[in-house]
């Protein structure tokens, strides 16, 4: 069936998001409606209101959510009503060639679907009945969405919902980074740059992967008291220090094995680059403008075997990270609860924006009645 639902929309880039009723279809061919229980606010979904992440408006977003499958389409032998999802924005079509070497976050289709559903098209339509598109095929900021099967992932029923929802973005992210890209190894030491919902992930992967050291680097002080709470050994405000790089050297003696990336900017990841030791690996999690450059030392490369990688959904295979992040959680081996500063109604979703940007919240996060 046709549903109406509130869900926060962008209009227009550089403009405040807004909260709108509109009109869910019901699912196509392999499709389901989930009825949406949380989601949370990732500094993505703001970059894509300002156009740094260039999807068009309007655009429903939302891309960190968990629900409960209250309908099904045909075809559909995955999931049934009842069932507990996790959205995912990367569509994983389990045939292409980077999905079947086990790189689903670089399937080859999911490009194809960025705002809209596998097959193009969207289930989204506003007041009067344009179409709206949705955050990487999810466009979970609503009460409803109707997303492909391959955009959920199955989760156990004994988990809060609000907590839950974060492992669809900033826990793997941060998490995944940690485990899956940089595979680092225990006695490591590590330092994590920008302590957000995604940084404070990568620091509470490092600590669980055994990390020796764990320095975190932000510009606010609060985010720096939240890296503590979540196991850094180590903090840097760059406000208090000539350089960033010098000083996390002296730190760890020499430079760490790992720098973490989670800002979204060329001059951070310089600075996380010359803050290595030798054989040193920087993994650039952040979301940079698309005009964006860095700079590092091409001796540096080969003559201390460094390594500069990128990390997308934390080189997830969702279906199996995913559980597993939770089971983890379920073990007390990571804290989801202790990421959620604030909960707010979808009608205070734009407060919740101007929350992140203010540098408020671990995690804001929307739930859902
Ligand atoms: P956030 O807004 O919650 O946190 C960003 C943090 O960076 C803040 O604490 C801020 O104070 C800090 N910061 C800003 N400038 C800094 C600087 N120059 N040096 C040190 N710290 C600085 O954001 P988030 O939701 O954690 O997302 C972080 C980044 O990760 C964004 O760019 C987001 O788009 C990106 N992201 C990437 C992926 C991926 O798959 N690679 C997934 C989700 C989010
Ligand atoms: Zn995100």
């Known amino acids: 069936m046709s549903r109406q639902a509130k869900a926060v929309v962008c209009r227009e880039w550089g403009q405040p998001v807004q909260v709108e009723t509109i009109t869910i279809d019901p699912p196509k061919r392999g499709e389901v409606t989930i009825k949406v229980a949380a989601?949370?606010?990732?500094?993505s979904d703001h970059s894509a209101t300002t156009g740094k992440i260039q999807y068009p408006p309007p655009l429903v977003?939302?891309?960190?959510?968990?629900?409960?499958?209250?309908?099904?389409?045909?075809?559909?032998?995955?999931?049934?009503?009842?069932?507990?999802?996790?959205?995912?924005?990367?569509?994983?079509?389990?045939?292409?060639?980077?999905?079947?070497?086990?790189?689903?976050?670089?399937?080859?289709n999911a490009r194809k679907s960025m705002v809209t559903l596998p097959d193009g098209t969207v289930r989204?339509?506003?007041?009067?009945?344009?179409?709206?598109?949705?955050?990487?095929?999810?466009?979970?900021?609503?009460?409803?969405?109707?997303?492909h099967v391959d955009n959920c992932v199955k989760i156990?029923?004994?988990v809060p919902m609000s907590s839950a929802a974060l492992v669809g973005c900033a826990v793997i992210t941060g998490v995944g980074s940690v485990f899956n890209t940089a595979q680092l190894e225990p006695g490591s030491r590590a330092a994590v740059f920008g302590?957000?919902?995604?940084?404070?992930?990568?620091?509470?992967?490092?600590?669980?992967?055994?990390?020796?050291?764990?320095?975190a680097v932000d510009t606010n002080e609060k985010k720096l008291e939240m890296?503590?709470?979540?196991?850094?050994?180590?903090t840097i405000n760059t406000n208090e220090v000539e350089d960033v790089s010098k000083a996390i050297k002296k730190l760890s003696a020499g430079g760490v094995d790992y720098a973490f990336e989670c800002v979204g900017n060329g001059k951070v990841v310089e600075q996380a680059y010359k803050a290595l030791g030798r054989a040193g690996t920087v993994v650039v999690v952040g979301v940079a403008d698309m005009k964006d450059k860095t700079s590092i030392s091409t001796f540096a490369l080969p003559a201390d075997e460094r390594t500069l990688k990128g990390s997308w959904l934390g080189s997830a295979r969702p279906q199996y990270d995913f559980p597993k992040i939770l089971n983890l959680y379920k073990a007390n081996r990571l804290k989801l609860d202790e990421l959620i500063t604030k909960t707010y109604s979808i009608d205070e979703a734009p407060q919740a924006f101007e929350d992140m940007i203010a540098g408020k919240n671990a995690r804001g996060v929307i739930v859902f009645e």
């Open 39 to 43: 989601c949370g606010v990732c500094h």
């Open 61 to 108: 977003l939302g891309h960190e959510g968990a629900g409960v499958v209250v309908e099904v389409g045909e075809g559909v032998t995955e999931l049934k009503e009842g069932d507990y999802v996790v959205s995912t924005f990367i569509t994983m079509c389990g045939k292409c060639r980077n999905c079947v070497r086990g790189r689903p976050v670089l399937c080859e």
């Open 124 to 147: 989204t339509h506003g007041k009067d009945g344009e179409d709206l598109y949705v955050f990487g095929a999810c466009g979970v900021m609503a009460e409803y969405a109707t997303m």
């Open 156 to 158: 156990d029923d004994d």
């Open 195 to 215: 302590i957000g919902g995604v940084g404070l992930n990568a620091i509470q992967g490092c600590v669980t992967a055994g990390a020796e050291m764990v320095i």
């Open 227 to 234: 890296a503590k709470a979540f196991g850094a050994t180590h």
